[in-house]
């Protein structure tokens, strides 16, 4: 495995060759000379009729790139995988059928400002709205990047109290924007008011700064962070051209700072929708520590229809991915289901079908197995054991476990039992039984010779 040097510069486009090495190395510097307009742009890359055009546009989401991940991008390709995450192209003022502002509804999510609350034991908390560099797929454009909306000390102060407030939370996710670009004291500060909650077993950090600018994960931000453990972090590459000596540098501190990583992608067409590339990102990942965490379907969201997949496309990576390669190489592909409903998550079907004591499954080869259910298993045996754990109430989002677990027979949609009922309360077919008011409707009275006519009109 290569040995990389922390202090050598191996990712620099031609056009930064005079800037010395440790102005280079400066986070500072790389966030003070972002590109963010065509002018500057054009001296680094050959520019497209498009990209040109985009980027003349006003009211475009924000345009801002690192001199270091600008570095990674084929100024002659404008097919360039890492070009197209940040470069924006006309395409980008598209709109298609379907596309939402808030596609995840996080807005409505929201008891303070910030903090969307949709899982019964952990919070996302927003932090800042700004990034080192802006994905043109972002599914939170509505608000990243505009330096209008952004978090204050009180707004921190509101998310803070509700989460104090709220023992059922154990886990707080700080997104944004990128928490990284927050300064350093005050992530300090942020993250040592949470460690502090009694409630919170973990606190984690989702970012993209070790990606787009790799040098802040300097050995103070690794010391910092390594304060408040348990702490998890998941950045966020999408293709293999990103995992640089640099990033690889990033993770190791990380890593020996005992921050467990995590990597979170997006599916988009034409940057990483090949089982070929996936299976090389993943293996690229695992490499420097980091386990493949989500595969997001792109989102419904303003500006990205040009990078949307189909499903199918999501599907079948996975087929390529588990049982081809090792299994923690392997993540869960996710729809971030449009309109709230949370993640969900999709894999090809590896249940053949079932009888009461069979099982039939298939593996990545297509082979077809039968897996025979033990006749004697006992699932109440566990019980005693199990009533030494608290149980935590989730009100309203016990979902499909509570059937199983026999607390309730159905889950009807709102206004399920008002618009079946039509105002029977017994099924008409059972005609012994018919209820009065019904008889002079003649719904009740069954004609052998009319075709039943059925309550929802089939
Ligand atoms: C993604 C997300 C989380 C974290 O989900 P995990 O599946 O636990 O990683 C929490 N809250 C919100 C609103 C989210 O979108």
Redesign the pocket.
């Known amino acids: 495995m290569p040995e990389f040097d922390p202090n050598k510069v191996y990712t620099r486009a031609p056009y930064w060759k005079d800037v010395p090495d440790e102005k280079w190395m400066d986070w500072r510097w790389q966030l003070a000379h972002r590109l963010n307009n065509v002018d500057e742009i054009e001296k680094v890359i050959n520019l497209t009729d498009s990209e040109r055009k985009a980027l003349s546009q006003t009211g475009l989401f924000r345009v801002d790139v690192t001199p270091y991940f600008a570095s990674l991008i084929d100024s002659d390709d404008p097919n360039c995988p890492v070009r197209r995450q940040i470069i924006p192209t006309a395409a980008e003022m598209v709109p298609f059928r379907s596309e939402m502002a808030d596609s995840?509804a996080?807005d409505k999510?929201s008891p303070v400002p910030g903090l969307?609350?949709?899982?019964p034991d952990?919070?996302?908390m927003l932090v800042t709205t700004r990034c080192a560099s802006y994905c043109r797929y972002c599914t939170r454009s509505r608000i990243v990047g505009d330096s209008s909306q952004k978090f204050s000390r009180k707004d921190f102060d509101a998310q803070i109290e509700y989460i104090e407030n709220t023992p059922q939370i154990r886990?707080v996710?700080l997104s944004g924007g990128d928490p990284m670009t927050l300064a350093p004291r005050i992530l300090d500060s942020l993250l040592a008011r949470l460690h502090a909650i009694p409630h919170l077993e973990v606190i984690?950090i989702g970012a993209r700064v070790p990606v787009f600018l790799p040098m802040r994960v300097d050995q103070r931000f690794a010391d910092m962070v390594a304060k408040y453990h348990p702490l998890w972090i998941n950045i966020h590459v999408n293709h293999p051209k990103e995992i640089t000596p640099e990033l690889a540098i990033a993770c190791d501190r990380l890593s020996k700072a005992g921050v467990p990583l995590g990597n979170q992608s997006v599916l988009m067409a034409g940057i990483n929708d090949s089982v070929r590339i996936q299976r090389k990102l993943v293996h690229e990942l695992v490499k420097i520590r980091v386990r493949p965490?989500?595969l997001y379907q792109c989102d419904m969201v303003h500006g990205a229809g040009h990078f949307r997949t189909s499903v199918s496309k999501g599907i079948e990576i996975i087929e390529g991915l588990r049982g081809h390669t090792s299994g923690f190489a392997v993540p869960t592909y996710i729809i971030?289901a449009p309109g709230g409903g949370?993640?969900v998550p999709v894999q090809p079907n590896y249940v053949v079908s079932q009888s009461p004591n069979k099982v039939v499954i298939r593996n990545f080869e297509g082979f077809i197995t039968t897996y025979s259910e033990p006749e004697n298993y006992d699932p109440h045996l566990i019980e005693a054991q199990e009533a030494l754990i608290e149980p935590r109430p989730e009100p309203g989002q016990e979902g499909v476990l509570q059937l199983l677990e026999g607390k309730k027979m159905a889950i009807e949609p709102a206004g399920f039992a008002e618009t079946r009922a039509r105002g029977g309360a017994e099924h008409r077919l059972r005609s012994g039984e018919i209820k009065e008011k019904w008889q002079p409707l003649g719904v009740g009275a069954i004609d052998p010779n009319k075709t039943a006519v059925l309550p929802d009109g089939k």
Request: without cysteine.
């Open positions: 995840l996080e999510h969307v609350h949709r899982y952990r919070v996302l886990d996710l984690r965490y989500y971030d949370g993640k």
